[in-house]
C-alpha cells in the first residue's frame, strides 16, 4: 500500500510513472546519488506503479525460459560495477553466488531474474506506491510559466478513489502494451501471450480436454508460447501459424550486439533520419520477430520426433495468415490460409493465443493534456533530447523524461534492458544539471 505523500504541500523533485526495471533502475541511482550526496539535498523521488505489486511480465515467466541479455546488463552494473544492487550481489545475498558461476552463463532464468528485480524494488519500497495507476497529469502556472504537474493516479482495485500529487519533474516509463491484429477480440478462449500463464493454470485447473490449441505469430514469445503449451497440454495438437516459412534465428553475434552498447545510443542518437532507418532495418534481427536458435532447434527436434513416433502434435502452418476467428460459446474456430495456394483449412481450436507482440504505450496515455505541451516533429514522433527529457513549449519549466518509446531518436535499446543502468544514470545527471540550474521555485 502506498507510503507515498500527495496532496500540493509535498513537491516532488521527480515522480516516475511506471516501476518495472526502466524506473527500478532509475530509483536506485537516485537512491545511490542521496547516499553519496554530501551536502547536496538529496533527490524527493517517487513512483507510481498500477500493479498491486512488482511484476515484470509475469504471464510470461515460464519456468525454462532465460534472459535474452547478459546479467552484467542488470539494473546498475553497466553505470556501476560498485553497486550492491547488482545482479551478483542478489546471488551473494541468496547464497547462489558460487552455483551460478557454475552453470557457466551469461543468462540467467527469466524467473532469477524477476527475483533479482523483486529482490530490488524490495530494498526500495518506501519509494514506490503500488496500486497507483496514473490516469491524468495537470499542468500547474504560475506566472504563465507551467512550473509543476499534478499527478493523478488512482487504485485499479478501487476506482473511485484519486490521488494528487505535484512534481517538478515526471519520468515516464511505462513500458509495452500487447498489439493485436486489427478486429482481435480477446475472450476467455482467445488471448494475447502476455497472459500466457495465469490463462493455461486456469485452464488446466478446469479440467476441460483441450484438443487444440492455435498460436499465432513467429517471434521469441510465439515460439515460447508454442513450446510451453506442448507441454502443458498433453493431449492438445499445437498448430503454429505465421506467415513467414520459419523462424528467423535471433542475431545475437558479437558485432551485431554492439548495436546495443551505450556508445551505439550516441551514434544512433546522432545521425540523420536515413541512416537511423538503415540502421533499424539491418539490426531488426537482434530483437524483433526473431527466435533463439537454441529454441528453433528444441522445436524442430520435437517435430520430427513426432513424425517418427506416428503421433504429430506439433504443427507448423507456415506461410499462412488467420482469415476468421468465429468464438463460440466452448470453442474458437480458426480459419487459416495457405498464401501460396489460397487453401483454406478451418481449425476447431479450444484457445487461440495471438502472440503478435507488444508496443510502446503511447505518451498520451498516462500524461493526458500534458501530452499537447510536448513537441513532435515533421514524423509526429516525440522530440526527445539526448538527456532523454522530452523537448516542451517554451512556457513549460516542468520536465518530463521518457524511458522507453524512444527508438526513434536512441535506437533499438529504448525498449530493452541493455542500457538501463546507463540511461538511468544520465536521467540522474540531467535531474541534477537542471536543479543546479534552476531559479528556486516551490
Ligand atoms: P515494463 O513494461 O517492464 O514496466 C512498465 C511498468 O509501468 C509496468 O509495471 C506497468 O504496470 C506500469 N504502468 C504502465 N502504465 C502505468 C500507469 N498509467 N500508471 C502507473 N503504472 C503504469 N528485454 C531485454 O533486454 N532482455 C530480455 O531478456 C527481455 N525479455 C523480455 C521478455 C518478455 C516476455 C517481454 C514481454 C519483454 C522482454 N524484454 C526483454 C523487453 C522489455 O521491454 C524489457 O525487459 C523491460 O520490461 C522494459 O522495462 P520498462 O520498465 O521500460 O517497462
Known sequence: MTTLHSGPDSVYDVLGVGFGPANLALAIALHEHGVTAGPEAPFRAGFLERQPRFGWHRGMLIDDATMQVSFLKDLVTMRDPTSDFSFLCYLRERGRLVDFLN???LFPLRVEFHDYFEWAAARLGHLVAYGAEVVAVRPVTEDGEVRWFDVVSRDPAAPARHTVRRARALCVATGLEPRLPPGAVLSDLVWHNSELLPRVDELVRSGRPVRRAV????GQSAAEAVDYLHRRLPEAEICSVFAKYGYTPADDSPFANRIFDPEAVDVFYGAPAEVKQSLFDYH?????????????????????QERVQGRQRLRMLNVSRIREVETRDRDVRVTVEYLPTGERELLASDVLVYATGYRPQSIGDSLGEIAKLCLRDDEDALRVGRDHRVETAPNVTADVYLQGGTEHTHGLTSTLLSTTAVRAGEICSALLARRRADVPRG
Not at 531488426?284 to 520430427?304: G, K
Open 215 to 218: 498460436v499465432l505469430g513467429a
Open 284 to 304: 531488426r534481427s537482434t530483437n524483433y520477430s526473431v527466435v533463439d536458435t537454441e529454441l528453433i532447434e528444441s522445436l524442430s527436434r520435437t517435430m520430427y
Open 103 to 105: 552453470q557457466k552463463t
